[in-house]
């Protein structure tokens, strides 16, 4: 835990409590413990982490937002951000996926464990614009039962679809929905 806590952009241990900490906080490792220690023994070291609160946060947005933008960027780690970002919005607001990586001007290939604070504060700063223009995007939940089946076959139709255009078999004519999904089964 330590060292996720104090875990810097590229790391292997870099994680949406890192960001949490080291946004509100400055974090250092002190020292570490040996785990033979203790009675009994655990099968892990224990670190000691110094935390020096910020006047300031280095992102300048409330609590539930940064944690909201953060749980998603962190919820695919290994992906492209531009993925976990897309589980910010509908489906439908693919548009807004758009404007967000514009308006935050990062690279939709990273993954997120290569972010910084200040990179997660831009990524924050746009979704917050939004969030102003279109409040009901605050409320959106990807993870219910209809979103999560909705996004699922999306997903499935747009790889079909990807599918037949790299193959040359795409006939703009007899493509549909429905084509495309049976395609696939």
């Known amino acids: 835990v330590a060292e996720r806590i104090i875990a810097p952009p590229k790391s292997e241990y870099r994680c949406r409590l890192s960001i949490m900490c ?85 690279k939709p290939e990273m993954p997120a464990y290569e972010l910084s604070v200040e990179d997660v504060g831009k990524l924050c700063d ?22 999560a089946k909705i996004r699922k076959n999306k997903d499935y139709i747009i790889s079909a679809f990807e599918n037949k255009i790299l193959n040359g078999d795409l006939d703009t004519e007899q493509f549909s929905t429905e084509s495309s999904v049976n395609t696939q089964n």
Do not use: W
């Open 22 to 106: 080291q946004y509100l906080c400055d974090v250092k490792l002190k020292f570490t413990i040996p785990g033979k220690a203790f009675v009994p023994p655990p099968e892990v070291d224990v670190g000691v982490v110094k935390f020096v609160p910020l006047k300031e946060p280095r992102i300048r947005q409330p609590f539930p937002l940064v944690e909201k933008v953060s749980r998603h960027l962190f919820h695919l780690p290994n992906k492209f951000i531009i993925k976990s970002v897309r589980t910010l919005f509908p489906l439908e607001r693919e548009d807004l996926c758009c404007e967000l990586m514009e308006l935050c001007q990062l």
């Open 126 to 147: 746009a979704y917050a614009r939004i969030v102003e223009r279109e409040p009901d995007i605050l409320t959106y939940d990807f993870r219910t039962k209809t979103n």
